[in-house]
């Protein structure tokens, strides 16, 4: 269902061609997240990921990465999990920025963005499993950011480099004490803000298509500092939270 409704809002995509990126690269390429596996070692999704970025790296598409993602599904941070294994796989580590609030694809997408803009990037990449990179482009566009290109992930290619092996990688969990399940986390949010909680990602997705919600609704901004973590495990590279909370810290335990 997923991949179907971030269809619907793609029309014709357009996908860069990696050849002439080799000659005129990207600033930055932003890669998003998926789950870890229940016992925290990185997920099919993820090492897929990973090499994909790897391989642009290699390629020379880009110097530069944003890694999205928060403790979604379990304790482990989806984005520090892709970051390691891309720097495992070859990619220095102090080229991969890290974004690590993002809950739904809409907020890979958006907060990525953000810290591109902060980062001084223009010219950025959308690169993840085909239609996941066309719907996060569509929504990009769909937010006014002009220049945004589609590398959708080359599976064969990907593949090939799974069947040579695959380096160990370990990422530290969010302590058992602090994580919140996707749900009481949403309604966290929600009461931090005073606000409603965030529909299921179906019907965000669905509305987007149907109705061009997202573009009515602007770039999406970090609500408040991730219930889940702790100050040193903030993203840093981006400007201040939202001036709901900014104005009272005492209100963002």
Same mark, same amino acid.
């Given at each position: 269902?997923?991949?179907?409704?971030?269809?619907?809002?793609?029309?014709?995509?357009?996908?860069?061609?990696?050849?002439?990126?080799?000659?005129?690269?990207?600033?930055?390429?932003?890669?998003? /997240?998926?789950?870890? !596996?229940?016992? +925290?070692? #990185?997920?099919?999704?993820?090492?897929?990921? &990973?090499?994909? @970025?790897? =391989?642009?790296?290699?390629?020379?598409?880009?110097?530069?990465?944003?890694?999205?993602?928060?403790?979604?599904?379990?304790?482990?941070?989806?984005?520090?999990?892709?970051?390691?294994?891309?720097?495992?796989?070859?990619?220095?580590?102090?080229?991969?920025?890290?974004?690590?609030?993002?809950?739904?694809?809409?907020?890979?997408? /958006?907060?990525?963005? !953000?810290?591109? +803009?902060? #980062?001084?990037?223009?010219?950025?990449?959308? &690169?993840?499993? @085909?239609? =996941?990179?066309?719907?996060?482009?569509?929504?990009?566009?769909?937010?006014?950011?002009?220049?945004?290109?589609?590398?959708?992930?080359?599976?064969?290619?990907?593949?090939?480099?799974?069947?040579?092996?695959?380096?160990?990688?370990?990422?530290?969990?969010?302590?058992?004490?602090?994580?919140?399940?996707?749900?009481?986390?949403?309604?966290?949010?929600? !009461?931090?803000?005073?606000?409603?909680?965030?529909?299921?990602?179906?019907?965000?997705?669905?509305?987007?298509?149907?109705?061009?919600?997202?573009?009515?609704?602007?770039?999406?901004?970090?609500?408040?500092?991730?219930?889940?973590?702790?100050?040193?495990?903030?993203?840093?590279?981006?400007?201040?939270?939202?001036?709901?909370?900014?104005?009272?810290?005492?209100?963002?335990?």
């Amino acid at each position: 269902m997923r991949i179907v409704l971030l269809a619907l809002i793609t029309g014709c995509a357009h996908r860069a061609d990696v050849a002439s990126l080799q000659q005129d690269p990207l600033d930055v390429v932003v890669i998003p /997240g998926c789950p870890n !596996r229940p016992d +925290g070692s #990185l997920s099919g999704c993820q090492w897929q990921r &990973a090499i994909w @970025g790897a =391989q642009l790296w290699e390629d020379g598409v880009t110097e530069a990465f944003i890694t999205s993602g928060g403790a979604v599904q379990n304790r482990w941070i989806e984005s520090e999990s892709i970051k390691a294994g891309m720097v495992a796989l070859g990619v220095p580590a102090d080229r991969i920025h890290l974004e690590t609030q993002a809950l739904h694809t809409d907020e890979n997408t /958006g907060y990525a963005v !953000r810290i591109a +803009g902060e #980062l001084g990037f223009g010219h950025i990449g959308m &690169a993840s499993h @085909g239609g =996941q990179a066309r719907g996060m482009r569509a929504m990009a566009k769909g937010w006014g950011v002009e220049h945004v290109e589609v590398l959708p992930m080359d599976l064969p290619r990907v593949v090939s480099r799974i069947q040579d092996g695959l380096p160990e990688v370990e990422v530290e969990p969010v302590p058992a004490d602090e994580w919140m399940p996707l749900k009481e986390r949403e309604k966290e949010i929600a !009461r931090r803000l005073d606000e409603r909680r965030r529909p299921p990602s179906w019907w965000v997705y669905s509305m987007g298509a149907m109705f061009g919600k997202m573009k009515r609704d602007g770039l999406p901004e970090p609500p408040v500092v991730e219930p889940t973590l702790r100050g040193e495990r903030h993203r840093v590279d981006t400007r201040p939270w939202a001036s709901k909370v900014a104005h009272d810290p005492s209100s963002v335990p």
